[in-house]
């Protein structure tokens, strides 16, 4: 009896190794690790996790990190990190040249920031621009569902969602090119 006992011992540290051993899968696993090892794993692969997300939106910022730096710029990067990153559903139209303002037909953006345009309902400003100094391809135009379907779907936190979009662009777009926001209306 107490050699059994003295061997039970070593049986459970053995199975408790054993248990860690076979779970190291799980620890390099974005969706399954625990949520404390995602700044590790992101730093793996030199991706900047913002802690303050949701943890289901680090963990798939963390699951995507490779391919987001690959496309970072690109069309279908922005188009997904602001997918990621808000779940609104959105489109990049490229080479989108702004309307540039016409005296007597157009209206200056009615704010400072996008989400006092976005109450007052301004979104789709003229620019001051010289359109001859300026490629087509220094511009694209971000569109979203139409504001109404925008609006239903994100209630009350439009605006924010809104802010976050742009702050997300902002960030994944190359430093040259200048972008719009337009709501697809048309839909």
């Given amino acids: 009896d107490p050699l059994r006992r003295f061997l039970f011992v070593f ?3 053995m199975t408790t190794v054993t248990d860690k051993v076979d779970r190291l899968g799980e620890l ?9 090892f ?4 992101a730093s793996w692969v030199g991706f900047e996790l913002d802690e303050s997300l949701p943890v ?3 963990r798939e910022l963390v699951r995507r990190a490779i391919r987001l730096y690959r496309t970072r710029g690109t069309r279908s990067g922005i188009e997904e990190m602001v997918q990621v990153l808000t779940a609104a559903p959105v489109r990049v139209a490229e080479r989108a040249v702004p309307m540039p303002m016409v005296l007597g037909r157009g209206v200056l953006a ?3 920031d996008i989400r006092r345009r976005y109450l007052r309902g301004a979104m789709g ?11 087509p391809t220094d511009f694209f135009a971000l569109i979203l569902e139409g504001r109404e379907a925008f609006e239903e779907r994100f209630g009350e936190r439009a605006v924010h969602v809104l802010a976050r979009i742009a702050d997300v662009v902002s960030g994944e777009r190359p430093c040259h090119v200048a972008f719009t926001i337009r709501f697809d209306d048309a839909a």
């Fill in 11 to 13: 049986q459970h540290l």
């Fill in 28 to 36: 390099t696993d974005p969706m399954l690790c625990d949520a404390a």
């Fill in 38 to 41: 995602l700044p590790w794993l």
């Fill in 56 to 58: 289901h939106q680090q």
């Fill in 110 to 112: 009615a704010g400072p």
């Fill in 125 to 135: 400003a003229s620019w001051l621009f010289q359109p001859a100094r300026h490629r």
